[in-house]
């Protein structure tokens, strides 16, 4: 998966990558979108919203990105979770070399999460938008296998 400094390194340009694809195919794209409060009252957020430019349709997404193992992998049920209560359809859009086997398999057979590779497909299941190329690397010069 590591490409250097190419590379998408956290979770900042994971989020960046689903916002550049969905504008990318025409969709609004807003980030940290409030969604309600925890059961403390703490602010719940989801990290981005995707829509058609009138508004219609949304799909919420959270993307988790792990360079290692460890705290992330423990999040992601929670985050389904929460997924699991928003009053439209939602994904899990998580990457990074830091997943375990064991939860990268869960999560590939999970309906509501998917790899940032897949983003495309999925998007245009939901808004009908067409399948463009995702670019996954921030450098100017990459080759046809950087795009999906």
Known sequence: ??????????????TDRVVEYARSVGLLARIEVAC????WG???FIDVVLSTRNGDIPLGIECKWQAQ??????????TLQDIDTWRFPGLLVYDGPGFSRGLDRFLSKHPRAI???????RID???GVGVRP???????????????
């Open 115 to 121: 790899r940032i590779a897949e983003l495309p497909k």
């Open 1 to 14: 998966m590591s490409r250097g400094v190419n590379a998408v390194a956290n979770g900042k340009q994971l």
């Open 36 to 39: 309600g409060r925890r059961l």
């Open 69 to 78: 193992q460890g705290s992330a992998e423990e999040k992601l049920f929670g």
């Open 134 to 148: 995702i670019r996954l690397y921030a450098d100017d010069n990459v080759s046809e296998m950087d795009l999906f």
């Open 125 to 127: 299941e939901h808004f």
């Open 42 to 44: 703490a602010q719940r």
